[in-house]
């Protein structure tokens, strides 16, 4: 089967930098994806690493390790805004297309 | 148009009533997504459409029924549901099936009295 595990929650303060880790066990690997969710929103599209290493966007960088089926989230300079739900996620390998399994979300809460 | 559209936003129906939910996108994406969420929970996959064929239904109950009518819509029949049944349910789309950036809808919140 497939799954994916994140921290369940990750406070921190404005102007901070945070990590939220994911371990995944996959049969297939086709990338690591991250989403993020504000209350009552959807889920919009973060990042995508398919090969190791970091992918920098902006404030937000993710990291791949295929070899330690592991990574993670950077979240620069931590803004009120970025109070949300963070999901990693991976294709679904039992059927065709990119249908997505997403880990239960690590809900990171910014203080001033 | 880059936005998934969903209709209505919220939704509150009887156990013993019939509902849609409709799902619209004009980017010319060919794979098309139901998910289902509850509160403090990941989304969960009910159904894809790629290229306006059901290719997975994640044994969900028959009381929901999905319809793909063109390439640009995507229904979700609602009927006899249950109490629990009570969530938001995400569309989502995606270019050519074979990607991991999914674009989702805002939801529908349903309530099941």
């Known amino acids: 089967g497939q799954s994916l595990e994140q921290p369940s929650e990750v406070t921190a303060v404005e102007g901070a930098i945070v990590q939220i880790n994911c371990t995944y066990q996959t049969s297939g690997f086709y990338g690591l994806s991250w989403y993020q969710q504000h209350d009552g929103g959807a889920p919009t599209f973060l990042s995508y690493?398919?090969?190791?290493g970091l992918e920098e966007t902006g404030r937000f960088s993710s990291f791949l390790s295929r070899s330690d089926s592991y990574g993670y989230l950077l979240l620069q300079e931590l803004q009120m805004k970025d109070s949300a739900s963070y999901f990693c996620a991976v294709r679904s390998t039992n059927q065709a297309g990119t249908a997505l399994i997403f880990g239960k979300g690590t809900t990171l809460s910014v203080s001033s | 148009d880059t936005e998934v559209t969903q209709t209505p936003k919220h939704l509150v129906m009887g156990m013993t009533n019939k509902k849609s939910l409709k799902c619209e996108q004009h980017?010319?994406?060919?794979?098309m997504y139901w998910y289902k969420q509850k509160a403090k929970k990941p989304p969960e996959l009910m159904f894809v459409?790629?290229?306006?064929?059901?290719?997975i239904n994640e044994s969900v109950p028959s009381r929901f029924s999905p319809e793909c009518p063109n390439s640009s819509l995507l229904n979700l029949h609602l009927h006899a549901l249950q109490p629990e049944d009570s969530a938001l349910y995400l569309c989502?789309?995606?270019?050519?099936?074979?990607?991991?950036?999914?674009?989702f809808g805002p939801g529908t919140r349903l309530t099941v009295l």
């Open positions: 980017m010319g994406h060919r794979a």
């Open positions: 989502a789309s995606n270019p050519d099936g074979e990607r991991n950036e999914q674009f």
């Open positions: 690493n398919a090969l190791d």
């Open positions: 459409y790629s290229y306006e064929k059901l290719s």
